[in-house]
């Protein structure tokens, strides 16, 4: 069974910091392009960064310079850490798999991140 399972998220005041992590199991993790997406109330779904199983990131350009998206293929784990956050960022924040081979694609439920001003 596929669990994607994301934790670290929480209240924080503008300009401070929290790491996502989104623990994989039942998957290949090694094999699989690993995303981050977040969802604001009332706002599309929107793409903040990816990591793909060679390794090469790619970030939204709203989060460049003050996010970081890392994998330890060791742990199955993807990260997200985020710094100088602001208000702005605040939304629910879900983690994608997605096999680079075949495309096959699963979803955490997502974890809550809420940014003081």
């Known amino acids: 069974q596929v669990q994607l399972v994301e934790s670290g998220g929480g209240l924080v005041q503008a300009g401070g910091s929290l790491r996502l992590s989104c623990a994989a199991s039942?998957?290949?993790?090694?094999?699989?392009?690993m995303v981050w997406y977040r969802q604001a109330p009332g706002e599309q779904l929107e793409l903040v960064a990816t990591?793909?199983?060679?390794?090469?990131?790619n970030y939204a350009d709203s989060v460049k310079g003050r996010f970081t998206i890392s994998r330890d293929n060791g742990k199955n784990t993807v990260y997200l850490r985020m710094d100088s956050l602001q208000p702005a960022d605040t939304a629910v924040y879900y983690c994608?798999?997605?096999?680079?081979?075949?495309?096959?694609?699963?979803w955490g439920k997502g974890t809550l991140v809420t940014v003081s001003s």
């Open positions: 039942g998957i290949s993790f090694s094999f699989n392009d």
């Open positions: 990591i793909t199983s060679g390794w090469s990131t």
């Open positions: 994608k798999s997605r096999h680079h081979y075949s495309g096959t694609e699963y």
